[in-house]
Structure formats: C-alpha cells, structure tokens
C-alpha cells in the first residue's frame, strides 16, 4: 500500500485547470508550454502496532507535446486512482489506457521539505525509463520525521538546469483521531474523528487482505464540517476477504500553490491509519 507505482492521480489539479496547453499564435503561447506542473506527495501511515512509515515524493514535469492530462501524469506515476465519492472500486476495475505521450522531468536542484522539528531532504535522481516515454529526474525521500501534524511547513527548491530557487510554505493537515474497526458477521463499520478537515479534504478507505481488495471514497457532506466520520464496507467487498485483514482509513489533504516557473503546483498529504480486523 505504501508507496504504490500508481502513486496518487492529481484529481485535484486536473479539476482546477491542471491541463497546460499551449495555445499556437497567442501572445502567452511560449510561457504557456514552458510552464512546470508540480506535485509533492507526502505520505504518512500508522499502525498495526502504532509502527509509523513515511516517504515523500516530488515531481516537476513537463509535457513535450505541450498538455498534462490524466494520462501524462500517470506515466509520470502520479495516479491515485480515487473511485467516485460514495462508491468502491476493485483493483481489476481500475487498470488505466496507457498513452505514448513522452513527458520531461525537470531538475530544480535539491528539494528540502521543512518544518519547525522537521526536515526531509530530497535529491534529484535520474528516472529509468527503458520504454523512453519519460526523462529527466525525480525526486523521493522515506523519512522518520516528513512533517508534524498542523505544521507550517516550506518547501524550499535550491535552483537546477530546468527552474529557479523558490521557496512556498503549506500547512500539513492534523492527524486522525480514534480510529475504529467493528466487525459483525457480514459487516465493518469503520469510525473516525478527523479534527479540522477542510472542505477539500477527502477521506478514502483501502481494504487490504494482504494485497489491496477495495478502494471506497467516502461521500463526505460539504454543508458542515463533518469531523466525526463513519463508513460501512459494502458486504460484497467483505465477502472477498477470507478471515482477516487490515483496513486503512486515508485523509487526503491538499495545498496548492505557485513559484517562478511552476503553475499549477500542489502538495498533497495523505495520511493513514491502519487497522487489523478479522471476520
């Protein structure tokens, strides 16, 4: 689960205008396709055992054909893969077309992912492509101390061949509180209590039996603060599972934001806590 290939589609992004076209003759047609699409990803997960796992990974990229769509992140392995909110997805169903869209990873120097007790440090590495759809570098780090809870946090590029120093600063989301699995013969209902969540945020639940089973997006309501959260299993995603398994109950968090060169850009957090349950 952690860390998967398909590692996070920035849904999000694609929503707000993440697509960079370039638009012929216009006067902004150059700066347009110069521009970098950026997305960090800080991942976070605990338990069984309150054992804490975290990694964080950068990708600055550009298309050579000049659009960043679903498929061109995905060969950048940017996909999430986030069923529709209220509904579940096996893995089977969710296996994407492929393009042959070639993509370039842009090299900004060192990356630093800081806080007021934290420091990720990331360096550029190349990125092995033998299909040749993808060069240039990317970046990732597997860190004891990525971030703490609520923290303001910067992230600071030093400059490379591709694009200049910036420094941007994001809030990290609070962790989950009292996270809970029940079990009855043919049902899990999983609680939780996530302090502070955004209008923005989304909560998902992975069933793992060892490998993935199911993927639920909850359908959270978006006239309150729904910080008091619930989730029944759909009976035909528990019938897949033997005896035992673990659930992963995930909080999406997402901060945008913009430097010299990079538009759009986002840091998306995911946090996770992990619970055995057995049938």
């Known amino acids: 689960m952690f860390m998967r290939p398909a590692l996070l589609l920035l849904a999000g992004l694609l929503a707000s ?7 012929g003759d216009s006067p902004d047609a150059d700066a347009t396709a110069q521009s970098a699409t950026a997305l960090v990803v800080v991942e976070r997960s605990t338990g069984p055992g309150d054992v804490t796992r975290e990694a964080v990974v950068a990708r ?3 298309s050579r054909l000049g659009v960043l769509d679903e498929q061109a992140l995905r060969i950048a392995g940017l996909a999430q893969d986030l069923p529709a909110p209220g509904t579940c997805t096996m893995p089977d ?22 806080g007021p007790q934290s420091r990720a440090l990331l360096l550029p590495r ?63 209902e ?37 910080e008091s959260g619930r989730f029944a299993v759909p009976a035909s995603v528990l019938a897949n599972v033997a005896d035992e398994g673990q659930v992963a109950v995930h909080r999406v968090h997402r901060e945008a934001f913009r430097a010299k060169g990079v538009e759009p850009g986002e840091v998306r957090f995911d946090v996770a806590r992990i619970l055995p349950f057995r049938r």
């Open 190 to 226: 999983v609680t939780w209590e996530a302090p502070a969540l955004d209008a923005r945020d989304q909560i998902y639940v992975d069933i793992l039996a060892p490998r993935l089973v199911a993927r639920c997006t909850v359908d959270l309501p978006r006239d309150v603060s729904p």
């Open 17 to 23: 205008g993440c697509a960079v076209t370039s638009t």
């Open 126 to 188: 190349a990125m092995p492509d033998p299909a040749g759809l993808v060069s240039g570098v990317f970046y990732s780090s597997r860190s004891a101390d990525a971030f703490a809870p609520g923290a303001r946090l910067s992230l600071r590029a030093t400059g490379g061949s591709d694009l200049e120093a910036f420094t941007v600063s994001v809030n990290a989301p609070l962790d989950f509180n009292d996270v809970r699995a029940t079990v009855s013969a043919s049902t899990l």
């Open 93 to 114: 169903e969710a296996v994407p077309s492929v393009s042959t869209r070639s993509l370039e990873l842009l090299d900004v120097g060192p990356l630093a992912f800081e």
């Open 60 to 62: 600055f990229l550009r």
